[in-house]
């Protein structure tokens, strides 16, 4: 395997920083000096030194997590020991809170935890009245954010096909500093049946869990037109072992598409309510679901932003 590969995505140094080592791809950008005002030297400056940073801690990032890989790799409990890198302490603890009622290992927060470890990575080399108005790390869809004040984020929602399936919209004064998208046929194992389900919450680690719980939530146990096969078989040392995955799924009608949907509907309702997310929508043949505040407003089409 080759090391850790750094570009820029747009072609020049004002633009977005790619990393990549392994399965984690990285696209990590920063906009906007923090007081708003127009000042392209100062930014400049300031995305030099923060695509700096990310480049110095990328370096050990993948090799940091295969050294723990054994443990990362098992079921978490109550009594399970913390890991000793900093990112698998953040897989660790934002798994741990689902551990006592679902089968969950850290690896099911690996791509939010590395971004989160990124995005402290890049403020940690800025004093506070440095930091960019926003600066974003996105590892594949799971992102961790920073929002300067008056500060916003958009992130666009898509199935695999392309097809648009909303947004939401985060701004400065939101809790919200994490976005994670799992589903069926994403780029890890699922239990449940779900085109995607899109999860925002106070980190990216915490969303990545949380998506993962939420899409194995959308399930139909033992319908006729899911398929399923042991994941170890479908993965080489899958991290799931012989649990069920979905490998296929045939045709469904309205009402159960419903009734899949609503089970992972009132599972995220849930992690809400115990304040584990913020938000959540699920989408499955062409239905969806929202789980949010009441305050919240409705999952508008989005004009850009990000796909999940």
């Not at 923090?34 to 030297?41: F, L, Q």
């Not at 319908?223 to 080489?236: F, M, T």
């Not at 089970?263 to 584990?276: H, I, K, Q, V, Y």
């Amino acid at each position: 395997m080759t090391g850790p590969v750094a570009a820029y995505l747009d072609g020049h140094a004002d633009g977005r920083l790619h990393l990549q080592h392994g399965p984690i791809d990285l696209v990590i950008g920063l906009d906007g000096s923090r007081d708003g005002a127009p000042a392209p030297e100062r930014e400049t400056a300031l995305r030099a030194h923060a695509f700096a940073m990310a480049r110095r801690r990328f370096q050990s990032v993948l090799d940091e997590l295969v050294g723990e890989l054994p443990l990362l790799k098992m079921p978490v409990t109550a009594t399970s020991p913390v890991p000793e890198g900093a990112i698998a302490r953040r897989m660790h603890h934002a798994v741990l809170p689902f551990a006592a009622e679902h089968f969950i290992t850290p690896m099911a927060a690996v791509a939010g935890a590395v971004a989160d470890e990124m995005l402290a990575a890049m403020l940690s080399g800025l004093a506070p009245d440095e930091r960019p108005a926003r600066l974003y790390v996105n590892n594949g869809g799971d992102i961790a954010l920073h929002l300067g004040p008056g500060a916003g984020y958009r992130i666009a929602i898509a199935r695999e096909d392309g097809a648009d399936l909303g947004a939401f919209a985060i701004d400065a004064g939101s809790p919200v500093r994490g976005i994670a998208t799992s589903g069926r046929g994403g780029r890890s194992l699922s239990l449940g049946i779900a085109d995607a389900v899109t999860v925002l919450a106070a980190t990216a680690a915490e969303a990545d869990a949380a998506a993962s719980i939420v899409a194995n939530g959308v399930d139909l146990p033992g319908h006729p037109a899911v398929e399923r096969r042991p994941a170890r078989s479908v993965v080489d040392g899958s991290d799931l072992g012989d649990l069920p995955v979905v490998t296929g799924l045939g045709r469904l009608d309205d009402d159960t598409v419903a009734e899949a949907l609503d089970a992972g509907a009132d599972r995220a309702e849930t992690l809400r309510r115990r304040g584990l997310i913020d938000r959540a929508a699920l989408f499955l043949r062409g239905q969806g679901r929202i789980v949010a505040p009441a305050a919240s407003p409705a999952l508008p089409k989005p004009e850009t932003g990000h796909h999940a």
